[in-house]
């Protein structure tokens, strides 16, 4: 069977846009391919420096895609950082990796680009661990044999670097080993490339503008209403298309709520609606949904619930597939 492969970076409570861009698609793929999802805890490490949180939001992580239905028995579900063959492939990766390549790479000139705005040296504050990203992340998905890589359009950059260093990699060895060529599957996302936050921009846990999933009910109530919106009066027509609030309705909306999100975008084209009716029909729609997770969710977050077990099997699995490309690579490389 062809592999599924994804990873969320436990660097903030899992979110609206992780769900729609990463976790659902991943779900609905694990019911057709081999398929591994995981915890990208090192990730994290290039910015959470409490280890308190760090462990705090690696174990959230685990438990949101758990409670949003990811089967472990299905589905190798593991943490990265169990993985120990991950590092050792970073290594050789990093060896047939240009520099050039990393200079490009969107998130480290993003960061650059902030501190040449803000007058500062360009490298303030980026680490190695920002620098070298893209090529662990490409690590994550070449050691399992990954085909598609389901992700939101923020990180296909990431994915085509993967395939990029794996050809690399195939060029050099090939004769000996050749890693599989990855390829991303993006969400159709209706309005927009990605879901937005609360200002408007992506949701992002870096913007610090997210609705993380499980959230308290009248907590998540008060984030909605802080969704910007214009001025435009109640009774006047309204671009349900250029609006934050009705990006993240359509895109959330399960299959069962299609007619609200069709209606509701009429009765903004026609006027009558108002932002904060808008606003309402959108905490129904999530509170809805989200409910019956949320309950899930707590459950596995209680010390002793069976998420740890859970992790180590995955882990386990996880392994035996990773060493056998890494028996394949020591090989290939002449250091077995
Ligand atoms: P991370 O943790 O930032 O995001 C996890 C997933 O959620 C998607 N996503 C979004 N989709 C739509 N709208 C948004 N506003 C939005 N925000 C986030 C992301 O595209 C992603 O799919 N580098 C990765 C983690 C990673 C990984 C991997 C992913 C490490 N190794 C290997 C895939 C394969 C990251 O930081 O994602």
Request: hydrophobic share 40%.
């Amino acid at each position: 069977a062809k592999v599924s492969l994804t990873g969320i970076k436990p660097s903030g409570e899992v979110h609206l846009g992780n769900l729609v861009g990463a976790i659902r698609p991943a779900l609905r793929l694990a019911q057709q391919y081999d398929s591994l999802y995981f915890i990208a805890d090192y990730h994290a490490l290039t910015s959470i420096r409490d280890p308190e949180l760090l462990r705090h939001y690696s174990r959230s992580v685990a438990a949101s895609w758990l409670a949003a239905g990811l089967d472990p028995k299905r589905t190798t579900f593991y943490v990265q950082s169990d993985i120990p063959e991950i590092f050792e492939l970073n290594w050789v990766l990093s060896c047939v990796t240009g520099k050039g390549l990393m200079n490009r790479a969107h998130a480290y000139k993003a960061a650059r680009d902030r501190n040449v705005e803000a007058g500062e040296d360009p490298d303030v504050g980026v680490n190695m661990g920002l620098y070298n990203y893209p090529i662990l992340m490409a690590v994550d998905i070449l050691i399992m044999e990954t085909d598609v890589v389901p992700v939101g359009k923020d990180q296909v950059q990431h994915v085509e670097y993967a395939a990029d260093i794996a050809g690399s990699f195939n060029h050099l060895y090939g004769d000996s080993y050749s890693f599989k060529i990855p390829q991303a599957v993006i969400p159709e996302t209706g309005t927009g490339d990605v879901l937005p936050g609360l200002d408007g921009r992506k949701m992002s846990k870096s913007y610090d503008n997210t609705i993380p999933l499980f959230l308290p009910e009248n907590k998540l109530k008060k984030l909605v209403r802080r969704i910007p919106t214009d001025s435009t009066p109640v009774e006047d027509p309204k671009d349900p298309d250029s609006s934050a609030v009705f990006q993240i309705l359509e895109q959330f909306a399960p299959a069962s709520a299609a007619d609200v999100v069709a209606d509701t975008r009429k009765r903004l084209e026609a006027g009558g609606m108002g932002w904060g009716e808008l606003k309402n029909v959108l905490f129904e729609v999530l509170n809805t949904e989200l409910a019956p997770m949320r309950e899930r969710y707590d459950d596995y977050m209680r010390p002793g619930s069976e998420l740890d077990e859970v992790l180590a099997r995955g882990a386990e699995r996880a392994r035996e597939r990773a060493n056998r490309v890494l028996s394949s690579v020591r090989k290939a490389v002449g250091v077995a």
